[in-house]
C-alpha cells in the first residue's frame, strides 16, 4: 500500500527566504507526482505535476524535483512571501487508471 | 469555465440525519472523485468513477455511505444515517481521464452534532 510522507507538519520562515518541503513514498513504482496549495477553507491547487519519466518541473518560483529510485520530491519556493503561507500537499498516482494518494500536508507560515 | 461546483459550502446536521452532498464537475471531464478531509486522517479517496461508472469504491467507509452518478454533469454523496464521526471536509474532484489530472471543488464542510 502506497504511503505518502510529509514532514515537518509545520514550517515557519521570514519572509525573503528560500525554502524546501519535502515528500516521501513508500513505493516508487508511481505514475505521476503532484505538489498542490490548499488555502484555509478552500479546495486544492494544483501547483506541478511531475510524470514519472521527468526530473522537475518549474513553474514561477517553484520548482518540483523527482527521485523515483529514492522515493523522495522536493518543493523548492525561492524568495518566499507572505502570500506563500498555505498548505502544501504531495501526492503520487501509482498506475494510468489508478488513484492520487495524498500526505497530510506541510502547513508553512511566511513571517513579513 | 466555473469548476467545480458543490453544494452546500456547509452543512450541520443532528445525528442519524440523511445528508446529500452534491457536484458538478467540469463540463467534458470523464472523471470525478470524492473525498474527504479530516486533521486526523488528512485526504482520503472515498469513490472514483470514471464516465459514470463508479471504479473504485474501496475508500467507502461502510454501508451507510452511497454515491451515484446518474449523468456526466451531477453527482451526489449520501451519508445515511450520519454520525458525529462523520464531521469532515468534502471534496469532489474532476479529471478529463484518470486520476492523474484532479480539479477540486471548494469543498463541503459536514459537522454532525
Known amino acids: 500500500k502506497q504511503e505518502v510522507t510529509q514532514i515537518p507538519a509545520a514550517l515557519s520562515v521570514p519572509e525573503g527566504e528560500n525554502l524546501v518541503l519535502n515528500c516521501s513514498f513508500t513505493?516508487?513504482?508511481?505514475?505521476?507526482l503532484q505538489w498542490f496549495r490548499q488555502d484555509p477553507g478552500k479546495g486544492l491547487t494544483s501547483l506541478l505535476l511531475?510524470?514519472?519519466?521527468?526530473r522537475e518541473q518549474t513553474s514561477g518560483r517553484l520548482n518540483a524535483s523527482l527521485d523515483k529510485s529514492s522515493g523522495r520530491s522536493t518543493l523548492y519556493i525561492a524568495a518566499s512571501q507572505p502570500g506563500d503561507s498555505a498548505t502544501y500537499l504531495c501526492?503520487?498516482?501509482?498506475?494510468?487508471?489508478?488513484?492520487?494518494?495524498f500526505g497530510k500536508g506541510i502547513t508553512l507560515s511566511v513571517r513579513p | 469555465d466555473a469548476g467545480v461546483i458543490q453544494s452546500p459550502r456547509h452543512e450541520v446536521t443532528e445525528m442519524g440525519q440523511e445528508v446529500t452532498l452534491r457536484c458538478k464537475p467540469i463540463?467534458?471531464?470523464?472523471?470525478l472523485f470524492w473525498y474527504r478531509q479530516t486533521m486526523m486522517r488528512g485526504l482520503e479517496l472515498l469513490i472514483y468513477?470514471?464516465?459514470?461508472?463508479?471504479?473504485?469504491d474501496s475508500g467507502m467507509p461502510e454501508d451507510r455511505f452511497s454515491a451515484k452518478m446518474p449523468n456526466a454533469s451531477f453527482s451526489t454523496l449520501k451519508i445515511q444515517p450520519s454520525e458525529p464521526r462523520d464531521s469532515a471536509v468534502y471534496f469532489c474532484?474532476?479529471?478529463?481521464?484518470?486520476?492523474?489530472?484532479?480539479?477540486f471543488g471548494p469543498g463541503t464542510r459536514l459537522t454532525v452534532t
Open positions: 501526492a503520487v498516482v501509482g498506475g494510468a487508471n489508478s488513484k492520487l494518494t
Open positions: 513505493d516508487s513504482a508511481i505514475y505521476n
Open positions: 468513477f470514471n464516465n459514470n461508472v463508479p471504479i473504485d
Open positions: 474532484a474532476s479529471g478529463p481521464s484518470g486520476a492523474y489530472e484532479q480539479y
Open positions: 511531475i510524470q514519472s519519466s521527468q
Open positions: 463540463s467534458g471531464h470523464n472523471s
